[in-house]
């Protein structure tokens, strides 16, 4: 395991009942934010990238692939931080990908946050300022 370099590869995503929230969050820390490197699933990262102004790479819509697309960076150890908003009162018809991606997330050690009060406790623990991350013996991994 790798330890995270001062950058950080963030991913923004958030379920349609959560989006204003995502971006009313991203506005507020849209200083720290534009520091790093930010992606985001198709309709939540043109939201962001419009409502708080902040440049934001779009992959697909979540539940056309774009869940799997950021699972699928996070498998490669491209992203760290995994910022998702996600809704618990409503049934997903894509509910398989939304638990991959938060299960390749563990599985990686990515830093993960499901809501506004995680969130801010990321972005304000040295995380984004320091050279952080796991050591060898904290991840579980069998090697
Ligand atoms: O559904 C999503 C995450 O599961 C988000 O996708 P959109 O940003 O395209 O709405």
Not at 10 to 37: Q, S, T
Not at 78 to 101: E, G, R, S, Y
Not at 104 to 129: H, R
Request: proline residues 3%; negative net charge.
């Amino acid at each position: 395991m790798t330890r995270m370099a001062a950058r950080k590869r963030i991913a923004l995503v958030a379920h349609d009942a959560m989006k204003p929230a995502l971006v009313a969050w991203a506005a507020r820390n849209r200083e720290i934010l534009a520091k790093h490197d930010l992606w985001g699933t198709g309709t939540t990262g043109g939201r962001v990238g419009e409502g708080a102004g902040l440049a934001v790479a779009r992959l697909k819509s979540g539940p056309l692939g774009g869940d799997q697309q950021l699972g699928a960076m996070i498998a490669d150890g491209k992203l760290d931080i995994l910022i998702f908003f996600t809704d618990p009162l409503t049934a997903m018809p894509h509910d398989v990908d939304v638990k991959a991606l938060l299960r390749i997330s563990t599985l990686e050690q990515v830093v993960v946050a499901c809501n506004a009060a995680t969130a801010d406790f990321v972005l304000t623990s040295g995380l984004l300022d320091e050279d952080y991350g796991p050591q060898a013996d904290e991840t579980g991994s069998a090697g």
